[in-house]
């Protein structure tokens, strides 16, 4: 199993330009979720999707848009890079049998490094 | 906000010391998580202890949670240095698991 695969893996973008970053699961979990994490400040929540066709604000949803195409797949959108969205983006997944807010744990992809320059 | 904040943020041991790290916490859980990260890696889960549960062991790991005091440990005994990571707890109740800044462990060989 791949469990959950995010791309791009590194990612330079300039000041206004827009990407995709990509996140996928192979383990059938209802519940998939974005975090990003800066230096000093752990990992803050951007948005999450309990289910699919359901999507919710986390703590910095400023300045990102989500898609939850399907049960697998689960996609954060800037439309405008700013250089404070510079950050290591962490793509989660959880596991389906534990409710909409679940308390079950959390799978992560790799991480994907996005620079904003 | 149920976000854990662990303590000490840092901690630097010799290989074979046990590395003790607390996670305190201000509202009502059902769980409390624990996790890893490697560095440049991603979050890897190590173990979850329910509010019901006082202790609980996994290997080399020892977790403890005092809900009356909001609070829980994780000890890893008989350190490696292939412990060396960050750690982070993670409170879960009827909200989305959130992250404190982590405990950052080196283990010197």
């Known amino acids: 199993n791949a469990g959950v695969t995010q791309t791009p893996k590194f990612q330079v973008l300039k000041t206004g330009q827009s990407m995709t970053l990509q996140c996928a699961q192979d383990m059938n979990h209802n519940s998939m979720y974005w975090y990003r994490q800066d230096p000093g400040m752990g990992l803050r929540l951007i948005y999450y999707s309990a289910s699919e066709g359901t999507t919710d604000k986390g703590e910095v949803p400023n300045g990102y848009n989500v898609s939850r195409l399907n049960k697998r797949e689960f996609s954060l959108r800037l439309e405008s890079a700013a250089p404070s969205q510079t950050s290591v983006y962490f793509c989660?997944?959880?596991?389906?049998?534990?409710?909409?807010?679940?308390?079950?744990?959390?799978?992560f992809g790799e991480g994907s490094r996005l620079t904003v320059l | 906000s149920q976000q854990g904040e662990e303590d000490p943020q840092a901690l630097s041991i010799q290989e074979g010391e046990n590395a003790t790290m607390n996670c305190s916490y201000k509202?009502?859980?059902?769980?409390l998580q624990w996790y890893r990260q490697n560095s440049g890696r991603g979050l890897v889960h190590l173990i979850l202890?329910?509010?019901?549960?006082r202790e609980k062991h996994s290997g080399r790991l020892r977790v403890t949670l005092d809900t009356s005091k909001k609070s829980s440990s994780l000890l890893i005994t008989a350190s490696r240095a292939a412990d060396t990571a960050s750690y982070f707890c993670a409170p879960a109740g009827s909200y989305i698991p959130t992250f404190g800044r982590g405990t950052s462990l080196i283990v010197h060989p």
């Open positions: 509202t009502s859980i059902n769980n």
């Open positions: 202890i329910r509010s019901n549960e």
């Open positions: 989660a997944s959880s596991d389906p049998n534990l409710g909409v807010h679940n308390t079950g744990e959390l799978f």
